[in-house]
């Protein structure tokens, strides 16, 4: 397998945000790459562009009336595709296309033998729903690559790790009975923050019943709390084995974002992001891509995904 870190990049998924103040502005791409310039970081990793993804991959996991619905609204350019928090504007069907188009480069990068990790900043839409938009997500390009990771690469077992501050609810109720979707999330409790889901007792449905790892953390909840809760994820992962590993790095996790209440320091992205490069080695495989997720102080997001790549890239 070579080596190297893959960096999804570039003016496609740049587009994906809102303006008008909306707190995922399209801004967020340019704040990370100056960070990582600033570091001599860009030097160092493989850069590789979007794609838009096909219509096939999308329905992996949406609905097909749902991937309908973004377009004609996309194109009329008006109204919402949810309660207010993701607001149509002409061009975003395309733009969150490139997202999922990007997550899955990466991924297939990755399964390929190309590279052992691969990082895209604009991606880790996990409030997406099957069938409908969440939460400034459109498509849920974390789901559609657990999907694709299966009928395309024939893998069984995916881990989803993911320590945004909010609950990855996209994620969890679309895999709520799968017991080989290995879910860890590390958020802010429920019932303080949106979108109110996620408490310790859901551990899954059906036959996945008590496979699933939901961590819920108290507001103000800082290092020292996120470390206690992060060893029950790497104790989690090394007994589910998974044969990939993907990483919802949200920086809205980190002290000081305008919409949560967490007090990481990026240090704890870092630190995820290295011991996750650990375990996916000891397992044989090394397979990690990370997806920046949320995140909406500037500062903050530049800095805790440009950790995460120093991690990646140490980690070789």
Same mark, same amino acid.
Request: overall charge negative.
């Given at each position: 397998?070579?080596? &190297?870190?893959?960096?999804?990049?570039?003016?496609e998924?740049?587009?994906?945000?809102?303006?008008g103040?909306?707190p995922?502005?399209?801004?967020?791409?340019?704040a990370f %790459? $100056?960070?990582l310039?600033?570091?001599?970081?860009?030097?160092?990793v493989? /850069?590789?562009?979007?794609?838009?993804?096909?219509r096939e991959?999308?329905?992996?996991?949406?609905?097909a009336?749902?991937?309908?619905?973004?377009?004609?609204?996309?194109?009329?350019g #008006?109204?919402?595709?949810?309660?207010?928090?993701?607001?149509?504007?002409?061009?975003?069907?395309?733009?969150?296309? *490139?997202?999922?188009?990007? @997550?899955?480069?990466?991924?297939?990068?990755? %399964?390929?033998?190309?590279? +052992?990790?691969a990082?895209?900043?604009?991606?880790?839409?996990?409030?997406?729903?099957?069938?409908?938009?969440?939460?400034?997500? !459109?498509?849920? =390009?974390?789901?559609?690559?657990?999907?694709?990771?299966?009928r395309?690469? &024939?893998?069984?077992?995916?881990? *989803?790790v993911?320590?945004?501050?909010?609950h &990855?609810?996209?994620?969890?109720?679309a895999?709520? =009975?799968?017991?080989?979707?290995?879910?860890?999330d590390?958020?802010?409790?429920?019932?303080?923050?949106?979108?109110? @889901?996620?408490?310790a007792?859901e551990?899954?449905?059906?036959?996945?019943?008590?496979?699933?790892?939901?961590?819920p953390?108290?507001?103000?909840?800082?290092?020292?709390?996120?470390?206690?809760?992060?060893?029950? !994820?790497?104790?989690?992962? +090394?007994?589910?084995?998974?044969?990939?590993?993907?990483?919802?790095?949200?920086?809205?996790? !980190?002290?000081?974002?305008?919409?949560?209440?967490?007090?990481?320091?990026?240090?704890?992205h870092? #630190?995820?992001a290295?011991?996750? /490069?650990?375990?996916?080695? &000891?397992?044989? #495989?090394?397979?990690?891509?990370? %997806?920046?997720?949320?995140?909406?102080?500037? $500062?903050?997001?530049?800095e805790?995904?440009?950790?995460?790549?120093?991690?990646?890239?140490?980690?070789e």
């Amino acid at each position: 397998m070579s080596s &190297g870190v893959l960096l999804i990049c570039g003016a496609e998924i740049a587009r994906y945000g809102f303006g008008g103040g909306h707190p995922f502005g399209p801004d967020r791409h340019e704040a990370f %790459m $100056r960070e990582l310039h600033a570091r001599g970081l860009d030097g160092r990793v493989r /850069c590789g562009a979007a794609r838009a993804a096909t219509r096939e991959e999308l329905e992996s996991f949406h609905t097909a009336e749902y991937i309908d619905q973004v377009r004609e609204r996309s194109a009329g350019g #008006h109204a919402y595709l949810d309660g207010g928090d993701t607001p149509a504007w002409r061009g975003l069907f395309e733009a969150a296309s *490139y997202v999922v188009g990007g @997550t899955l480069n990466a991924v297939d990068a990755v %399964m390929e033998g190309e590279v +052992r990790r691969a990082f895209i900043p604009i991606g880790g839409l996990h409030h997406a729903a099957r069938d409908q938009a969440a939460g400034f997500c !459109v498509f849920n =390009d974390c789901g559609v690559a657990i999907e694709m990771l299966r009928r395309r690469h &024939g893998l069984r077992r995916i881990a *989803y790790v993911d320590i945004d501050a909010h609950h &990855g609810d996209g994620i969890f109720y679309a895999f709520e =009975d799968d017991p080989d979707v290995l879910y860890a999330d590390l958020h802010a409790d429920g019932r303080f923050l949106y979108p109110g @889901t996620g408490a310790a007792h859901e551990t899954g449905i059906g036959a996945a019943r008590g496979t699933k790892l939901n961590l819920p953390l108290p507001p103000d909840a800082d290092d020292s709390d996120f470390l206690a809760s992060w060893e029950r !994820v790497e104790a989690y992962l +090394r007994a589910g084995q998974p044969q990939f590993i993907l990483f919802q790095c949200g920086a809205d996790s !980190v002290a000081g974002d305008p919409l949560t209440s967490l007090r990481f320091s990026v240090r704890a992205h870092a #630190h995820a992001a290295a011991r996750l /490069c650990a375990i996916a080695d &000891g397992l044989g #495989h090394g397979r990690v891509v990370g %997806m920046g997720g949320g995140g909406y102080n500037r $500062r903050n997001l530049a800095e805790a995904w440009t950790g995460v790549v120093q991690a990646f890239l140490d980690s070789e």
